[in-house]
């Protein structure tokens, strides 16, 4: 069988080519992927080649399939997992697979396995850990955008606060208290935004702070105060760059008590410098952003880590628990990855979102691999649909959603191409 993928050959050097997948072995999975959506961890793997700690060193003569955040339906099953899945199921998959600690991960390393591609082999391992998953939602983007989900997800177990007088450690944000976002007016913030609102241990507020009036106001549209307050959370967006002392005013939205649980979620000196004076006493910091620089620092009060018991950590990635617990979600319309959602495109605009992804305005970019259309913002449809019906039908369809990609719009795009699993 043939498939027709993004493979990368090196340092910025991507090629959409088309070529012949190997003969399924007994203890593979053959798979057709519908949709990626990419990762800022593909252009940094691009920029590194074989620099990069998952890439092979024989990536120049062995290609490998790029795109880790995928989804679509199972074609053929190897006569081992026969039964334990079915084909024409949809699927997801946690890439960070560690197999015998190897740092191997589809999107890096695989010649026949990555999200941007239309057919893929499943290798044995990814089995053997449990890290393919079967997602029983209404769209292919909703399991795409699981792994990031599962991200964020991650970050919110990893917290954890503690019980005065016991060496106890509660591992998860406080339930009824007071969270911020600290650059959280992008797509993965609007993520996390969207899981706190669904989760059982709800915090009492959520303030959303960054520096963009475009961002917050996509966000708030998105994400309404109104919505929050009907799930019991005071829900607040803050442009803290209309402040003189923007940490007095946040910490007054706590009545001066502070946060207890901060997410910095860009790599910004000053923004961790100021979400550690916003914690209250017991709070968790979590660095959540991944910065490029290996000396990336900031000075922390040390005084309020021994006297008020504040802690910083960080996380990165999450575990297939955390990536079930979104599919879940997704599947069951408790939360809407969409939120993080702002370009739409083909295969054949694949390599351009890539090489220029931190210029890019917006949020996630979703790849549909068995179209070709050009990356489109979403925004754009209308603008568009004046003279293209595709554009027209598709921005009807969104508007539907209050401007959100949406399961209805994602089938009219795969129907009007004839690319249907």
């Not at 003189?244 to 923004?271: N, Q």
């Not at 950590?313 to 959602?341: Q, R, W």
Request: charge should be negative; proline fraction near 5%; hydrophobic fraction near 40%.
């Amino acid at each position: 069988m043939k498939t027709k993928a993004v493979r990368m050959y090196g340092l910025d050097d991507l090629r959409l080519e088309t070529f012949d997948l190997p003969e399924m072995k007994e203890d593979e999975i053959l798979v057709k992927v519908i949709s990626d959506s990419i990762c800022m961890s593909t252009y940094k793997a691009v920029k590194q080649g074989k620099n990069h700690k998952r890439v092979p060193q024989d990536v120049d003569t062995n290609p490998i399939i790029v795109g880790h955040e995928m989804a679509g339906v199972i074609v053929k099953v190897g006569k081992k997992y026969e039964g334990q899945f079915l084909p024409g199921q949809k699927f997801s998959l946690q890439p960070a697979l560690n197999y015998k600690g190897s740092p191997f991960s589809p999107g890096y390393s695989y010649p026949y396995f990555g999200g941007n591609a239309t057919y893929n082999i499943i290798p044995p391992e990814v089995m053997e850990l449990g890290c393919l998953l079967v997602y029983d939602g209404d769209s292919y983007f909703g399991a795409s955008l699981g792994e990031p989900m599962s991200c964020i997800i991650g970050g919110y177990h990893a917290n954890y606060h503690t019980v005065t007088g016991k060496y106890e450690h509660i591992m998860g944000t406080k339930a009824g208290g007071d969270l911020i976002i600290m650059g959280g007016a992008g797509p993965m913030g609007l993520g996390a935004v969207d899981y706190a609102l669904a989760i059982d241990n709800r915090p009492k507020r959520v303030v959303v702070a960054d520096i963009s009036d475009d961002r917050l106001k996509r966000a708030a549209r998105f994400i309404t105060p109104e919505r929050a307050k009907a799930a019991g959370v005071e829900l607040i967006y803050v442009n803290t760059a209309a402040y003189d002392d923007p940490i007095a005013h946040l910490m007054s939205l706590t009545g001066d008590k502070g946060y207890d649980d901060v997410f910095v979620y860009a790599p910004v000196k000053v923004l961790v410098e100021e979400g550690d004076k916003l914690l209250a006493k017991d709070g968790c910091m979590n660095f959540f952003a991944g910065p490029t620089d290996h000396q990336f620092n900031a000075p922390i009060n040390l005084y309020h880590v021994h006297y008020s018991n504040t802690h910083i950590m960080g996380s990165t990635g999450g575990n297939t628990d955390d990536l079930k617990e979104a599919l879940y979600m997704a599947a069951n319309h408790l939360i809407n990855p969409s939120v993080m959602l702002t370009h739409i495109g083909g295969i054949d605009a694949t390599i351009d979102a890539i090489m220029d992804l931190p210029n890019i305005p917006g949020g996630k970019k979703l790849i549909y691999n068995h179209i070709d259309m050009p990356l489109t913002a979403i925004e754009d449809f209308g603008k568009l649909g004046e003279n293209d019906p595709l554009f027209k039908a598709l921005h009807e369809r969104v508007e539907k959603h209050n401007g959100l990609w949406n399961a209805e719009a994602e089938a009219y795009l795969l129907k009007y191409f004839d690319a249907e699993a």
